[in-house]
């Protein structure tokens, strides 16, 4: 049974992926949409929409559910006019099948579809991180137009189109470093042809989120309505307008897998000696398929004991962003500091600790000027359960500033100016090390460092003095001398 136990684990172990992308399809639809949900707020809830034109900031027009046309089964998405066009009518309802020419009841004045002037409405959708993985990502569509010609401009370039015109657009990056690009824009004969067309754009795989944009110039289009042609159901418009876009059946597929690869971050090369406690480590990756999330920084002080992960006050998770390639370290002591990263990326793959150093580089710090403080640690006192005393004292404490300590090279805690010692409780066996750092307002630094064991339930494991050491062995020497003395008398 044993051995059919191992075999089972030697079969698993040749399947599982060695790459963030192994396990994903060769094939992925990362959005669908044909506008059929349950209600309405199903699918607004699916789709960020807004209107980026606030020549009018009252006159907010949105993307929109409709009934009126589709091209498969009841619904589709239209450029609505806000008050006009938008999804429910006046009696709460949602937009029925029908255009208000034909309804008489004026109730349902909002079913009236038609778009507006002055229009740069969005509606956009989050792509799932993983797109990064695929080499080819396409986003299929239907639309149907009835646009005319206008003053209408290109958004991010001002450029005049010469029609109310629908724009294909995509984001990469996140945040502050987001940014708008448009993969492709209607022509002016699909915008006035009245029929449903599909549309295959490729977008890059760096895309972070995709969506469409209609916009309408500063003037009714040419062949629109004839001017208030629908004051007689209490609707005054503008000038003459058309009936605008609508889309349906929407896809973004990826294909095309990229090859595996296993996520690796490393620690930049750092200078052989640093001057300072606190100096700059830098960190890279090589993942080019799928964004990086967050890098755990581990470092080990002279090759000793486990090594540590970094943490700060504001990353008290020791979690540093993507964003953040250079990290502020400060070390707790003197010392050849060894450091390697360990990331995570979007996906949540961590990478493999791989518990060897990246980079190194030794502190070391000036000499002490004329009446900065400097501190001096007593032999530690190790009681048999684990608890530790550590006494000090300092020389120039007037202009003590700063006084902190560190218990096994982490961050340091601080204490009182006047604290002379710090107390620890149920330290685990081992090898243990104690920094108290010590500072004045002027920038003159001084870090004394101790080492003891503890080794569970001996009180002997207490560091002893070298001076007392001595004298210890010196009696012992002594009594051997006498007890042989003794013998070699009675013989």
């Known amino acids: 049974m044993a051995l059919a136990l191992l075999v089972c684990i030697a079969m698993v172990a040749t399947i599982v992926p060695t790459g963030a992308n192994a396990a994903l399809p060769s094939e992925q639809t990362f959005i669908t949409e044909d506008a059929e949900e349950a209600t309405f707020e199903d699918w607004a ?5 807004f209107d980026l034109d606030t020549t009018l900031p009252q006159d907010s027009d949105i993307w929109c559910r409709t009934m009126h046309r589709a091209h498969g089964d009841t619904h589709a998405i239209h450029c609505a006019r806000n008050g006009y066009n938008s999804h429910y009518t006046l009696d709460g309802a949602q937009c029925r099948n029908d255009n208000i020419t034909g309804v008489s009841d004026p109730t349902h004045q909002q079913n009236v579809l038609r778009y507006d002037t002055r229009m740069d409405t969005i509606m956009r959708k989050t792509i799932d991180a993983s797109v990064r993985y695929y080499g080819t990502v396409t986003v299929s569509f239907w639309f149907w137009s009835d646009t005319g010609a206008s003053d209408a ?3 991010l370039t001002g450029a005049t189109v010469g029609y109310d015109f629908l724009n294909l657009v995509y984001w990469t990056g996140t945040g502050s470093n987001e940014v708008k690009h448009v993969a492709w824009t209607n022509t002016e004969t699909e915008a006035t042809a009245q029929t449903w067309i599909q549309k295959s754009i490729v977008i890059p795989s760096t895309a972070t989120s995709v969506g469409f944009e209609f916009v309408s110039g500063t003037v009714p289009p040419a062949g629109g309505d004839d001017e208030n042609a629908l004051s007689t159901y209490g609707i005054l418009i503008d000038g003459g307008m058309k009936e605008g876009v609508y889309l349906d059946d929407i896809t973004v597929v990826g294909s095309d897998k990229l090859p595996a690869q296993d996520l690796a971050t490393a620690v930049e090369p750092l200078p052989e000696t640093q001057d300072s406690l606190t100096f700059n480590v830098t960190w890279t990756h090589n993942d080019p398929e799928v ?3 967050w890098i755990d920084l581990y470092y080990r002080v002279d090759g000793k004991g486990d090594w540590i992960r970094y943490e700060t006050d504001l990353r008290p998770d020791g979690k540093f962003p993507n964003n953040t390639r250079t990290i502020e370290f400060t070390a707790p002591r003197e010392g050849t500091y060894e450091f390697f990263t360990r990331g995570t990326d979007n996906l949540g793959v961590v990478e493999p600790a791989r518990n060897a150093a990246d980079a ?3 502190v070391v710090l000036g ?5 900065s403080p400097s501190v001096t640690i007593d032999p530690v006192e190790v009681a048999s359960n684990g608890d530790v005393r550590v006494t000090f004292k300092i020389d120039n404490a007037s202009t003590l500033a700063i006084l902190e300590y560190s218990l096994d090279d982490t961050k340091y805690v601080s204490m009182n ?7 620890f409780t149920g330290l685990s066996a081992g090898d243990h090390v104690i920094s108290i750092k010590v500072a004045d307002n002027n920038g003159n630094l001084m870090v004394e460092t101790i080492s003891f064991s503890i080794k569970s339930g ?6 002893i003095d070298p001076l007392v050491l001595v004298g210890i062995v010196a009696v012992v020497i002594v009594a051997i ?10 013989k």
Do not use: C
């Open 45 to 49: 809830d699916n789709w960020s929409r």
């Open 417 to 423: 100016l006047s604290d002379r010692s710090v107390e």
């Open 360 to 362: 190194t580089t030794t």
């Open 153 to 155: 401009k290109q958004p």
């Open 367 to 371: 000499a002490l000027a004329p009446g």
């Open 458 to 463: 001996d009180i002997a494991s207490t560091l």
């Open 481 to 490: 001398a006498g007890a042989f003395y003794l013998v070699r008398r009675k």
């Open 291 to 293: 964004g990086m999330k």
